[in-house]
């Protein structure tokens, strides 16, 4: 009953508010059911996402952009920036082939999209305290599981992109996991670039 009420509560505060944009850029974290200190997956445009990284977690922050992507020569990066307990800011970006994109609503086409991202063509990067390191996937999955677009006054406002990731890397030798990883990001064209 609760989270029906907390949802129907930020439903209503992100519809009413007359500051619609500020509002719909501000991160609303749920925790999960089962981990509360992940976020709970959603589809309602949260700007939130979370996943364990070891035995830590990287979580969304509202002092950053949670979510940005850059589209260029068939290429789509998604990256997520946030915190990381034992080490401060970090970003993870996932890098693969897409088919052509030329504005942010063209990211629907993600609806229900899995990517392998230990085929060769995927690039994932982590960058961290200004250094940026390409991992050794051993094996993981992105995958959308929801790409929406959100209207407002019959306006196309946002895509609203939802879904899952996790992954295997070798760091150094040894193995290392990034697990649970969820995602509710509302992307505009502030965040979207294609060139």
């Not at 990284?53 to 952009?65: A, K, P, T």
């Not at 209207?151 to 290392?176: A, K, T």
């Amino acid at each position: 009953m609760k989270k029906i009420c907390l949802i129907l509560f930020v439903g209503a505060l992100l519809l009413s508010s007359c500051a619609k944009e500020d509002v719909m850029d501000r991160t609303i974290f749920v925790p999960d059911e089962e981990d509360n200190n992940l976020p709970a997956y959603t589809e309602w445009g949260y700007n939130s996402f979370g996943a364990k990284y070891e035995r830590d977690y990287f979580l969304v922050s509202n002092s950053i952009v949670p979510c940005k992507i850059l589209y260029n020569n068939s290429r789509l990066q998604f990256s997520l920036s946030g915190k990381i307990d034992y080490d401060g800011n970090m970003t993870l970006l996932f890098d693969f082939p897409f088919v052509q994109m030329s504005g942010y609503q063209d990211l629907i086409q993600l609806n229900n999209t899995e990517i392998d991202l230990s085929d060769v063509d995927c690039t994932v990067k982590i960058l961290q305290n200004g250094v940026e390191n390409t991992l050794n996937v051993l094996d993981g999955k992105l995958h959308f599981k929801r790409a929406q677009l959100l209207s407002i006054d019959d306006q196309v406002n946002r895509v609203i992109l939802s879904g899952i990731f996790d992954l295997r890397f070798l760091q150094d030798g040894f193995p290392l996991t990034i697990s649970n990883g969820r995602f509710d990001v509302g992307i505009t064209q502030d965040v979207f670039h294609a060139y």
